[in-house]
DNA sequence: ATTAGCACTCTAACACGATGAGTGCTAACA
DNA sequence: TGTTAGCACTCATCGTGTTAGAGTGCTAAT
């Protein structure tokens, strides 16, 4: 059977209608409320093939139809035209230039859920590409140092070690001058044995000391468990009729509270491919990794603060989402972030 | 009416057994499960007499009685002889010897929720009464200068401040000095202007820079708003049939997701007051500040790291906690962190 | 190919009655 | 005077039966 150019209205209409009220939707309604001008009976048989091509479902006989998955894909695929978004506040918020940088993805999050009202979360940045900008060691104890340890993109990571040796103020000063010389603008992965070697020859006795930086600045870079996801707007998942299943939305919210299984998904997103659709990508129900979520839809995309700065943003709602709304704000807040990190 | 031995144990029975089960509790239940050896109908009359002195409910006319708030009140008060809490895995966490600060008090709260299965909230410590234990500014742009503060109890702020004139290594060298002989030891409250005036007479052409430097100090040590709160299990509260009303539910975990309104009851918390209970508190459904809480209860603990250097720990769950559980915990886990941060 | 009409199915909503837990009251008892 | 047995009463809960309405699938007519 084909999907000629009536059943793709009749499908659409269905969708639609079904974003709005969250309930099957029969026959009638189609006949009555599209420009087609069929009878209910005639809507009647093509839902029935619909259902019978996998783009439609009958939750019970006498009910209506709900989509598919296969339905929303293909609605999401081939007949969604993204809406222009309208989150000019977006800009607002950025303009406020919260200075760090995790203040500035929380308020992001905030704000795409109160926009959307659904859940989002966001990831914070991934730096392992990225360029050591300056390393400091200071002296805080006779037995302990503080290093400090600045990113491309002014992220900032601290790390207090323990030595077993003592340290004046004059061989901090020596040994920041030999970190500086050899790691600026080195990313982690350019840091290799030999280097470590040479800078070792050069601290003399201070050896030890070398490597425990450089061990500190591996971890504080690498630190994978410290990425950090922010969500917002969970409880708003919980007003949507179908997720009601008690016992299914505390396992939801839970995920989303948990965050380590949010990880799969924030870090496998796509990279931005720059076309129009800029690495936004769209899971349906059992798209997504993520069982507890069996139930919802997931709208992830790939910002990018500066170059290989870049992290991920979610949003999770039913699965009859206003994709239209959700895939406009996301591609408007990318836009924005271009202007202001990119531009600047 | 006095309140007699007899009517005290049928209370402490009747609230035990609400504990337990969730349920109304009878006079038929109480007469059998008591030492009392009384029939239902004298139960019934006590129990009617309790309820004409509110410590007990009716919610409707034939159910069992459920503890009020007075009765609740009464039970901490008078009833409730501590559990020995058998929280040993603390020390095991903690002896990880989490090196962030955030990240110990993301364990503490997580313990917490996962071994009361209640929802946890932990509030970051206050810094305000400590003092700095360096300073450290450093050339990051020829205009662009990182401000990193190390505070008593080894925390470490970073900011960092754009300027209008240019500087060089050996300027940044000779502030670093000044900064630190006058700065370190002090608190905030014993900077004052007397103080800055020297300094930046020390400074001389440098005069905007220190400025900068003392406002960053003072925003970054202050930062009233940068109060960070973790929350932990919160979903655990779904779980309680009496706060299932949809609405309330959702109400409830928003209040916990946006943490704002969560400030007032963490920082009005009461002084450590070192005796038997250490600041330990308890809110009894409305007796707590926040209204999406008024069916629940709440205990809230004051920890204190170092000198000066405290927080405080909130046990949300619903009016039938085990309180006895929930302030042994607590107690425990502040006797840990006594053990660990104090003695070291 | 489309449509009107009809029989059929299924859910949601409501009413009804049975059940049982629990109470309050009264009268008898120690 | 305190305690208890007994009884009538209340009320939430649960299962059942009924009804209304929405929606379908099929068939026959257009």
Do not use: W
């Amino acid at each position: 059977m084909e999907l000629d150019e009536r059943k793709i209205k009749i499908l659409n209409s269905i969708i639609q209608t079904y974003l709005i009220t969250g309930e099957p939707v029969g026959s009638r309604t189609i006949s009555k409320y599209t420009d087609l001008n069929l009878s209910s009976a005639t809507i009647r048989n093509e839902m029935s093939d619909l259902e019978e091509m996998g783009y439609i479902i009958q939750p019970h006989t006498s009910a209506g139809r709900i989509p598919s998955d296969k339905g929303y894909r293909f609605y999401v695929d081939n007949l969604m035209k993204e809406k222009v978004a309208e989150v000019d506040e977006v800009k607002e918020v950025f303009l406020q230039k919260a200075d760090k940088i995790d203040r500035l993805l929380k308020q992001v999050a905030k704000l795409l859920a109160v926009n959307t009202n659904y859940a989002t979360m966001i990831s914070g940045p991934q730096y392992k590409r990225n360029k050591i900008k300056f390393v400091q060691l200071s002296r805080v104890e006779a037995d302990q140092l503080l290093v400090v340890i600045m990113i491309d993109g002014n992220i900032i990571k601290n790390r207090l070690i323990q030595v077993r040796q003592e340290v004046g103020e004059e061989e901090v000063a020596k040994l920041n001058i030999v970190l500086n010389t050899y790691l600026q603008g080195l990313s982690l992965m350019e840091i290799n044995m030999e280097l470590v070697q040479r800078m070792k020859v050069q601290a003399s006795e201070y050896q030890e000391i070398i490597r425990e930086v450089i061990d500190a600045i591996a971890v504080a870079v690498q630190e994978e468990d410290d990425l950090e996801i922010y969500t917002s707007g969970t409880t708003n998942l919980l007003s949507y009729p179908e997720l009601n299943d008690k016992e299914k939305a505390r396992a939801l919210i839970s995920t989303l509270e948990e965050k380590k299984e949010l990880t799969d998904l924030l870090l496998n997103a796509p990279d931005d491919d720059e076309g129009e659709k800029r690495g936004i990508q769209v899971y349906i129900g059992s798209e997504t990794p993520v069982t507890s979520m069996k139930d919802c839809s997931i709208v992830t995309a790939t910002y990018e603060l500066e170059e290989g700065v870049q992290g991920t943003i979610g949003i999770i709602g039913p699965k009859r989402m206003d994709y239209k709304k959700v895939v406009g704000n996301l591609q408007t807040l990318m836009n924005q972030l271009d202007e202001i990190y990119k531009k600047k």
